[in-house]
């Protein structure tokens, strides 16, 4: 081809005129401190993200969540707890200044103003300054809510009677029932159903039924005189409130259940 007049420069609308901005910038001259977000630092993020997801699902498998009995919604002296990473707003309902009459004071200002104040740290921190020293403002807020956080968690957990939270919520296996028994009838129409349940299996005023083993004798003696042990009344004495009859028909009931395996 001969230079001059026959010489025609042809563009190629397919190839768009920003095409060259898609590459990445050449970081070379600050080694360690900046590197190109695709692929380099997505890739990273994507390998630490796999490894602790791995390690969640190794966990999960190897420490399965522990279950508890069905929800009974009528059972009024269950005591729910949230998870270990809400303990901290469970202690926090439990002062006075943020339960009771204040409830909407634990439940939503306290929580609101923290969320409000988290998402206004990018206004609040405006300087590209990264330590933590010369970030008085942020970081003093964020070792706030740390320390508050792992406090009332640590309060929570060292004032839940935990023992009776697992003999409430244990699963336990539910009596094979005559309720056509008359010593059933008694049983629901004395006290015995509120604290040893409809189903025999215990509340946390009183112990499950079934599998203890007691004789007819022992049940009536129990009912009649109560249950002490180490100076702490655990049963009432006199908590029957019926006829001789009825007590024999009761003791030879719940001597049948006492004894189901």
């Given at each position: 081809m001969h230079r001059g007049k026959g010489m025609k420069f042809v563009g190629d609308s397919r190839i768009r005129?920003?095409?060259?901005?898609?590459?990445?910038?050449?970081?070379?001259?600050?080694?360690?401190?900046?590197?190109?977000?695709?692929?380099?630092?997505?890739?990273?993020?994507?390998?630490?993200?796999?490894?602790?997801?791995?390690?969640?699902?190794?966990?999960?498998?190897a420490h399965p969540s522990p279950l508890e009995r069905q929800a009974d919604p009528t059972d009024t002296g269950y005591i729910p707890l949230p998870d270990w990473y809400f303990l901290f707003m469970y202690q926090l309902l439990k002062y006075e200044?943020?339960?009771?009459?204040?409830?909407?004071?634990?439940?939503?200002?306290?929580?609101?103003?923290?969320?409000?104040?988290?998402?206004?740290?990018?206004?609040?921190?405006?300087?590209?300054?990264?330590?933590?020293?010369?970030r008085p403002l942020p970081t003093a807020f964020?070792?706030?809510?740390?320390?508050?956080?792992?406090?009332?968690?640590?309060?929570?957990?060292?004032?839940?009677?935990?023992d009776a939270a697992k003999a409430q919520g244990e699963i336990v296996e539910e009596a094979d029932v005559d309720t056509s028994d008359p010593g059933y009838e008694v049983y629901m129409n004395q006290s015995c159903v509120t604290c040893h349940g409809e189903n025999f299996e215990g509340t946390p005023a009183g112990a499950p039924l079934v599998?203890?083993?007691?004789?007819?004798?022992?049940?009536?003696?129990?009912?009649?005189?109560?249950?002490?042990?180490?100076?702490?009344?655990?049963?009432?004495?006199?908590?029957?409130?019926?006829?001789?009859?009825?007590?024999?028909?009761?003791?030879?009931?719940?001597?049948g259940i006492t004894n189901q395996k």
């Amino acid at each position: 081809m001969h230079r001059g007049k026959g010489m025609k420069f042809v563009g190629d609308s397919r190839i768009r005129s920003y095409e060259k901005n898609r590459i990445p910038k050449d970081y070379s001259e600050y080694p360690g401190k900046t590197e190109a977000f695709w692929p380099n630092f997505l890739l990273k993020e994507w390998m630490i993200g796999a490894i602790f997801l791995v390690g969640y699902l190794i966990l999960t498998v190897a420490h399965p969540s522990p279950l508890e009995r069905q929800a009974d919604p009528t059972d009024t002296g269950y005591i729910p707890l949230p998870d270990w990473y809400f303990l901290f707003m469970y202690q926090l309902l439990k002062y006075e200044f943020a339960s009771g009459p204040f409830n909407v004071v634990g439940a939503i200002v306290m929580p609101g103003l923290a969320i409000g104040a988290l998402m206004l740290v990018p206004f609040m921190d405006t300087t590209k300054e990264r330590r933590p020293l010369k970030r008085p403002l942020p970081t003093a807020f964020m070792l706030l809510a740390l320390c508050s956080m792992i406090y009332l968690t640590w309060e929570s957990v060292v004032n839940h009677d935990w023992d009776a939270a697992k003999a409430q919520g244990e699963i336990v296996e539910e009596a094979d029932v005559d309720t056509s028994d008359p010593g059933y009838e008694v049983y629901m129409n004395q006290s015995c159903v509120t604290c040893h349940g409809e189903n025999f299996e215990g509340t946390p005023a009183g112990a499950p039924l079934v599998g203890t083993g007691h004789t007819a004798e022992e049940v009536k003696d129990i009912a009649v005189n109560g249950i002490a042990e180490d100076g702490q009344q655990l049963m009432p004495a006199d908590a029957f409130q019926g006829s001789d009859e009825d007590l024999d028909k009761l003791a030879e009931f719940i001597s049948g259940i006492t004894n189901q395996k």
